[in-house]
């Protein structure tokens, strides 16, 4: 493709090439050919054939750099960036191209410095390499755990990225959905605007927009001078604090938002940014507990074996062959789950106290070249450590013998220990059962677990004792909705407004639209906002916010909404409305309802209804409705007969349901692309995130601890 001479220049002059490199127009234009014809070490050569004709001249040594970068050759492209940072000390390209290779070489702090450093050089169109350096910059930032910073620079790149260009926006909902982030990490956060009769408003909003721009360095620059004469204003130090942040400065972002939320602020403001310094303060993480591998020599396998399996507190079964295989370690002949108490024979009409939890892991090996017979415990250190090993060598009595080893494989903090559990039901526990005892034990785990915990947040005191204090009155309502936000859901308010009352706080107020603009509001609130009186421009721009940022609370909210305003039919489709309230409802019949509700839409609009239908099947199985199952069944056959992509999804369905066997499954015509199969989610065993929190809620690891 030939050079536009009409382009930006390479070099990031900001002029035109025609008018800046002209006379290498022909050289730049054969080493893009080399390049487009997948010829990388070609280009390169003829590049540094040209520079030694042209030497020092920036568009050649920007791609050279470039070129280097490519083929991986760090130590070149150091000297080749030297070399033009040196020789163009005011060119944003030769900054940006120091931000690429300091990102590469995993230095990313030190890369937002020389990003700044290019886009305070950038005084209107932006030069390429500097927009390429944002992203790589913010890739780096989150390998390296700058969450925040990492945000604000895929923001920025996405902002300024092309239509085409969607790969900062793709990592982002990656980091929103499957990262486990609680919501006030996700959530795209604004600085304050200044007061405005603030003599110092002229100079706030001049660094607003240098931030705007992404000259968050120029932006500080400005706010410190303020703040050094106009001392601690609240959207100062707020302001101060989140440019810190975007920097990848966590120490002054942490301490400007502790100081902020204890200045005379909105209770809103000041419990928000106070709960996302306790997210991110390393000062007030917990002591970890160690999940641990302890092995035991055996004396007799079968006498073990015999015992294990006569003990109503050890339940068999299989483990993933694969799990050991990518770890090179033997399968064991005999894998259980360890009990805190004896499996109850039936789940019909279990209550809460009587739930076995899972209290550990038994692996049994047998002989190897190398080793004697073993047992394997994998369990975590905590309150019930001492009681899980007693109940092992309880059960296995005299066939086991001495700990050989013990290693420490994980580790797990004491507020996520209590308030998560790894419950073990009985295959006949009915579907109603298992959600009243989730719903219990969420209950019990909130209001009465937590509150007891003793919690760094609150100086070592739990919340109980921290309700007394009225100086900890903003950390204890910040660690509070931190709490509410863990489970992504609406599912524990009844919950959180009972902790509240039980410890003598707030309940938080309703928000009315008038109140404060409604499209700028933190998702953390939506649950509050009075929501048909949202305009309906406002409404799709939540909607659409709650969605990338995977707020599931907000988004069911908001969903609702939007499908009873037809008037948003074409902005937010009925049938994504719908697809999002199914996936979170947990009530089989209040879902069959919604799908129902979706179908009916799906007709009136002339579309297929095959996604309700599976919906329902699925539903229909997994709530144990045999007749109505084949029903269902038999309509998606009539119906759908001779669409191979829903019988794609329906032969999946069926396999994932355990209708069809793997044989079978094996033979389903699985090739074409499936439409998605909307159905209940399947929820997590317990799980609520803590700050501490290893994984996301409901995420899958490849070596199981009871944690």
Request: overall charge negative; hydrophobic content about 40%; aromatic content about 4%.
């Amino acid at each position: 493709m030939p050079v536009d001479p009409y382009a930006l220049c390479p070099c990031g002059s900001g002029k035109k090439l025609k008018f800046c490199c002209s006379d290498l127009v022909g050289e730049i234009e054969k080493i893009h050919r080399m390049i487009e014809g997948e010829q990388p070490r070609a280009a390169l050569r003829h590049v540094e054939q040209t520079l030694a004709s042209y030497r020092g001249r920036a568009s050649l040594l920007d791609l050279k750099a470039s070129l280097e970068l490519a083929l991986e050759d760090i130590d070149s492209a150091r000297k080749t960036v030297a070399e033009f940072v040196k020789l163009h000390v005011e060119s944003p390209t030769a900054h940006a191209c120091e931000a690429l290779l300091l990102a590469e070489s995993g230095d990313a702090r030190a890369a937002v410095r020389a990003l700044q450093k290019a886009l305070s050089f950038v005084e209107r169109d932006m030069p390429l390499r500097v927009y390429e350096a944002m992203g790589a910059v913010g890739g780096a930032l989150l390998e390296a755990g700058h969450v925040l910073a990492s945000q604000a620079h895929l923001w920025l790149h996405a902002a300024l990225a092309p239509k085409e260009d969607t790969r900062s926006r793709e990592v982002l909902a990656a980091l929103h959905h499957y990262s486990g982030l609680p919501l006030l990490l996700r959530d795209q956060v604004t600085l304050r605007p200044a007061p405005p009769n603030a003599p110092w408003r002229a100079d706030a909003d001049q660094a607003v927009r240098l931030a705007n721009n992404g000259k968050w360095q120029q932006a500080v620059a400005i706010i410190d001078r303020l703040g050094e004469r106009y001392g601690a204003e609240p959207a100062l130090l707020y302001n101060r604090a989140l440019l810190g942040g975007w920097l990848a400065d966590d120490r002054a972002l942490v301490a400007g938002l502790h100081a902020y939320a204890e200045l005379e602020v909105p209770l809103d403001d000041a419990i928000e940014a106070e709960a996302i310094a306790q997210l991110l303060d390393p000062n007030i993480k917990e002591t970890r507990l160690d999940s641990v591998v302890q092995v035991y020599d055996v004396s007799d396998i079968d006498s073990l074996v015999a015992r294990l399996l006569s003990d109503a507190r050890v339940q068999a079964f299989e483990m993933d062959p694969a799990l050991f295989a990518k770890n090179d370690q033997p399968r064991p002949r005999h894998t259980y789950v360890l009990l805190d108490r004896p499996m109850p024979e039936s789940g019909v009409g279990l209550e809460r106290g009587n739930v076995p939890r899972m209290a550990g892991i038994l692996a049994v090996y047998g002989r190897q070249t190398d080793r004697p017979e073993r047992l394997e415990l994998t369990v975590d250190k905590g309150s019930a450590f001492d009681a899980t090993i007693g109940s092992l060598k309880q059960i296995a009595g005299h066939t086991l013998g001495d700990m050989t080893d013990e290693r420490v494989i994980g580790a797990v903090s004491p507020t996520d220990q209590a308030l998560n559990w790894r419950w073990q039901l009985p295959r006949d526990t009915p579907p109603d059962v298992r959600r009243r005892l989730m719903d219990e034990e969420r209950r019990v785990a909130i209001v009465e677990r937590w509150p007891t915990l003793p919690n760094p947040a609150f100086g070592g005191r739990s919340a109980r004792e921290a309700a007394g204090d009225p100086t900890l009155r903003i950390p204890l309502l910040a660690a509070i909705l931190i709490l509410e936000q863990g489970s992504n859901t609406d599912r524990d308010s009844d919950a959180i407004a009972e902790l509240r009352r039980e410890l003598g706080l707030p309940q938080p107020e309703p928000i009315k639209p008038g109140d404060q603009p409604a499209i700028t509001l933190p998702l953390v609130r939506i649950a509050r906002l009075q929501i048909d009186a949202v305009s309906d421009d406002d409404l799709v721009t939540l909607y659409q916010r709650a969605v990338m940022a995977g707020a599931g609370a907000a988004t069911t909210i908001l969903a609702r909404e939007a499908v009873r305003r037809p008037s948003i039919a074409t902005r937010i489709p009925p049938s994504d409305a719908y697809r999002r309230l199914v996936a979170v409802e947990r009530d089989p019949e209040r879902a069959l309802v919604l799908v129902d509700e979706a179908r009916t839409h799906s007709k009136a609009a002339g579309e297929s209804t095959a996604a309700w239908d599976l919906a329902e099947l699925e539903l229909h199985i997994t709530s144990g409705n045999p007749e109505e199952a084949k029903q269902a069944l038999t309509r998606i056959e009539a119906e759908h007969r001779n669409d191979p992509d829903v019988a794609a999804a329906l032969y999946r369905l069926l396999y994932e349901t355990g209708v069809l066997p793997e044989a079978m499954h094996a033979h389903a015509p699985m090739d074409e692309e499936m439409p998605v199969v909307v159905g209940a989610a399947p929820e997590p065993a317990g799980r609520i995130w803590t700050p501490d929190s290893e994984r996301p809620p409901g995420s899958k690891s490849a070596l199981w601890t009871p944690s």
